[in-house]
């Protein structure tokens, strides 16, 4: 295959041009590297490199201005814009930077086409006026000062480009209507230069006047590639462009045009490919690789074109591991590094301008991988330390104070640079995160890649700084965030590698004027290649059209140029598209692809694949009682077996696994709202202060109003035991609270009602620490039952054996028809079994004599009264004994040993249990 740049080498080797003296201008940079290869094959002696420049290179030379960078233009022009704004309706920068973005970008389109900017600016301005959404006749402040916006575009743009030219500076655009101004001069200056521009197709005015102007002039050369497919076509929107330089340009009229080709028309092998989702295109693309490395090693002539840029790393993580050569030619977006994320938490948290830090907030940045290392001392990882202390204490909001008290000295300084406060101050923030940085740098080894990241992250902040201190308007965090966040949004960390060896991945516009016999392009979809009907301006789209401004329509075109373009010379042609509908971009595949189709020159294969990716059988974990396991068995069988940790077990046996067996506790994360259990525990304790001293006695009404007395001081004291330092005092904290004393004092008040009825009530126990030990045949230990019964009372003779619940609790919760049932079912029979094993250990125990009643009073159903334990004689029967009887406790045991029997027994495993 000759591509096209080795095609106009030769090309102007054979009209005698001496190549070393001649300018090449390219479209990109990239371009030239491969023009260096071809030249030295081509070439029979050593000879100096020609200039090789790229557009904006040599428009830039040509204007004698010095191109800023997108935030140094922004800040010029909030410079201007503070210069005509009374200080009383001026934006603070962030505000301004919104939309000023916008507006530079508009100024460059204007400039760059050549637009009458007075013209365009007071068209915008008559536009407003009429369109303005207020009926009044009379316009309010509102109206007036959105008015004034568009009176003044035009003034922002005089003052703004008079500053910069002043100071011999330029945006683009300005720097490209500069470069006209100065063509004749350009060319009167420099006759013996001989230009040479290859691979141009859409031109902007300033571009084609320039080139138009060094043709008529005899100073270049222009040399088009095109196929004539697309040129002879006359609404195809490949050739739409170099149409019109054909139509329009006196010198092509006149002249030769070089060149159309007939690449497109030969045969070749195309594949439309649909696959599912951003990473399954990045398996396929691994998939395809692989295919093409076991036919060909040589990967030089195969090209990966992404057309999404996030796409970068699943496809570089997919790339067959035999394929050791790979250039990357778009570099990696710095705001998908691992680095980003922890100066955004490191904003995040200082943007409130607080000294009072949430725990979360605290804990994620501490924790960042980034920076975790730097908290390991030789007495410890402190990082566990700080959490866990949080955690036990229920530390919701912490100062650097309280951190420090709680870290060991040799971090104290790690969390000043993290956590001192930052005083809204650009400077402050600045200095603390280069401090940071320079704190990491001694954690990474030399070699690390993420010394690499750091290198460019420290390069970004000197960047801010020099801002900062060149034009002073980040005053404040907000502002200074928001240009971090746009720098970060166009920085990229290159990637070293052999420009001309092996695979070659690049975005679309890399692909400009290089040709490949492979060609792989991804996110071939509707809203991304082309990106569609976007309108990021301030310029409508009839004022575009009135003044020959570049729509999304002639921005769809240049896509399709490059898309064409890159078929051109392929022979193999893989175009893979998401076939999942996406919510913003949708998941239609692109009009390219239909357009080909609809062409008929090629043979199209459609496939719709989906990755290799390995399926994972989702199988329930099974554990088998090895000896280890049977041993802790034994030891947790004579400590005893509470009713909850049974009840566990037939929930899920590998909850019990992790929890009995291993002693892995289930995570307790800081209480920012008071707990279910707290809640639940607060209201144990509390009763059982009023009525442990009551022990043996019968209940008075004395008794019970002086407990209501004291509800709010106990319930107080509970909480600020089990809740450590948390807050109670506002919030959800405060109802939950409330909560508490109104259950217990309605509870309270339930009990005189029984009181007041006549009824006599005895408190027998409260809670009563049970254990017992079970006798079991067929094993060749003891085994125990222990557990805490929350109250025994008798009412009118009637023993009761008493659960306490916070939560909601319905009475058929409490009832059983099958005993079989019992150990199977936990959510219909888990209150059953522990109220029936507080019954049977206090039995065994001789503290009760049968029958008694067993059941749970529910906090939350308070109105319900005592839900008494039942057996049914069917689950359609109403009839149900309630009284816990010698039988009843007898089918209660044989269950309760099959139970232990199935936990205990070697050749049953711990098989997980799917939940709902």
């Not at 094993?779 to 009412?795: M, N, Q, S, T």
């Not at 309630?882 to 199935?902: A, D, P, S, W, Y």
């Amino acid at each position: 295959m000759s591509g096209f740049i080795k095609s106009v080498l030769l090309d102007l080797q054979k009209k005698g041009k001496k190549l070393d003296k001649l300018y090449f201008i390219l479209p990109s940079k990239r371009a030239g590297v491969f023009l260096k290869h071809h030249l030295s094959k081509i070439i029979d002696k050593p000879i100096f490199a020609p200039h090789i420049l790229s557009i904006e290179e040599f428009v830039e030379e040509m204007s004698g201005l010095k191109s800023l960078s997108n935030y140094d233009a922004l800040c010029s022009l909030y410079t201007a814009y503070l210069e005509v704004t009374p200080r009383r309706n001026q934006e603070p920068f962030e505000a301004f930077s919104s939309w000023a973005h916008i507006l530079i970008q508009d100024f460059n389109e204007i400039d760059r086409y050549l637009g009458n900017q007075t013209a365009i600016f007071d068209y915008l301005q008559a536009i407003k006026e009429i369109d303005h959404w207020s009926l009044e006749t009379e316009q309010t402040s509102l109206v007036k000062s959105y008015l004034k916006f568009w009176r003044h575009l035009k003034i922002y743009y005089n003052v703004f480009t008079d500053n910069l030219l002043s100071h011999k500076q330029g945006y683009q655009g300005l720097i490209y209507r500069e470069a006209v101004e100065n063509l004749e001069s350009y060319i009167e200056n420099n006759t013996g230069k001989d230009h040479v521009f290859l691979g141009f197709n859409a031109l902007n005015t300033c571009e084609s006047l320039i080139i138009q102007g060094l043709l008529q002039s005899e100073l270049a050369h222009v040399y088009w590639d095109i196929d004539t497919v697309f040129l002879q076509d006359k609404i195809h929107d490949a050739g739409l462009f170099i149409r019109q330089h054909t139509e329009k340009w006196n010198y092509l009229k006149t002249n030769p045009f070089n060149w159309a080709t007939s690449n497109y028309s030969e045969k070749k092998n195309i594949k439309v490919i649909g696959v599912p989702k951003l990473v399954g295109q990045a398996k396929y693309i691994g998939q395809i690789l692989e295919s093409i490395h076991s036919e060909n090693s040589d990967l030089r002539n195969t090209a990966v074109v992404l057309g999404e840029e996030n796409l970068l790393i699943p496809v570089l993580n997919s790339i067959p591991e035999q394929i050791n050569k790979v250039n990357v030619t778009m570099g990696l977006p710095l705001k998908f590094v691992p680095l980003a994320s922890l100066f955004e938490q490191l904003f995040s948290i200082h943007k409130k301008n607080t000294t009072s830090y949430y725990f979360r907030d605290i804990i994620d940045l501490i924790f960042h991988p980034s920076i975790n290392g730097l908290f390991e001392t030789e007495q410890d990882n402190q990082l566990n330390h700080i959490s866990n202390y949080i955690q036990k204490n229920n530390l919701v909001h912490l100062t650097l104070h309280d951190l420090k008290k709680i870290a060991h000295n040799n971090v104290h300084h790690i969390l000043d640079i993290l956590l001192s406060p930052w005083e809204n101050s650009s400077k402050v923030a600045l200095d603390y995160c280069s401090d940071l940085i320079q704190l990491m740098k001694s954690n990474f080894s030399s070699t690390s890649l993420e010394l690499e990241y750091l290198y460019r992250f420290h390069t970004l902040f000197n960047q801010l700084s020099e801002l900062n201190n060149t034009y002073q308007h980040l005053n404040s965090i907000e502002s200074l965030f928001k240009v971090y966040k746009d720098v970060l949004q166009n920085e990229t960390l290159d990637f070293k590698g052999e420009p001309l060896e092996g695979l070659q991945i690049m975005g679309m516009l890399e692909s400009r004027v290089l040709d490949f016999e492979t060609v792989i392009i991804s996110s071939v979809n509707e809203g991304i290649l082309p990106s569609g009907k976007t309108n990021n301006s301030f310029i409508p789209f009839d004022v575009k059209l009135q003044n020959q401004l570049p729509t999304y329509k002639e921005k769809d075109a240049v896509y399709t140029y490059h898309f064409y373009r890159l078929l051109q010379r392929a022979k193999n042609v893989y175009i893979l598209y998401n076939t999942e509908i996406d919510t913003l971009k949708g998941g239609e595949k692109s009009r390219f692809i239909t357009q080909m189709e609809v062409e008929g020159i090629h043979k199209i294969d459609h496939i719709i694949a989906s990755p290799n990716v390995p399926i994972v059988d989702k199988k329930l974990k099974q554990i088998a009682k090895t000896d280890g396991v049977l041993s802790k068995l034994k030891e947790l069988s004579c400590k005893g077996f509470s009713p909850s940790s049974l009840t566990n077990y037939i929930r899920n046996p590998l909850d019990f696994y992790y929890e009995k067996i291993l002693g892995i506790k289930e995570f307790e994360d800081v209480e920012e709202n008071i707990a279910a259990n707290t809640l639940g525990s607060v209201i144990h304790n509390t009763l059982e202060d009023f009525y442990k001293p009551l022990e043996g006695k019968f209940l008075t009404i004395d008794d019970l109003n002086s407990f209501k007395l004291q509800i709010k001081q106990q319930v107080t004291h509970h909480f600020k035991d089990l809740y450590k330092d948390g807050d109670f005092t506002s919030g959800k904290n405060l109802i939950i609270f409330e909560i508490a004393q109104r259950y217990i004092l309605n509870f309270i008040n339930s009990e005189i009602d029984i009181l007041k009825s006549g009824k006599k009530l005895k408190i027998l126990a409260i809670e009563s620490d049970e254990k017992i030990e079970l006798d079991i045949d067929r094993l060749p230990f003891k085994v125990a039952l222990k557990g805490k019964v929350d109250r025994v009372d008798e009412l009118d003779g009637t023993i009761r054996v008493i659960d306490y619940k916070s939560g909601k609790v319905e009475q058929n919760k409490v009832e059983i028809v099958n005993w079989e049932d019992l150990t199977t079912d936990y959510d219909k029979y888990s209150k059953s079994f522990q109220i029936l094993s507080y019954a049977y250990m206090m039995h065994q125990n001789k503290k009760i004599e049968l029958p008694v009643e067993a059941g749970i009073i529910s906090f939350k159903n308070l109105n319900e009264g005592f839900l008494k334990f039942g057996v049914k004689e069917s689950t359609r029967s109403k009839k149900k004994n309630q009284l816990i009887t010698e039988e009843t406790l007898n089918n209660f045991e044989v269950e309760l040993k099959k139970l232990i029997l199935e936990i205990c027994n070697p050749n049953i495993d711990f098989i997980e249990k799917e939940l709902d």
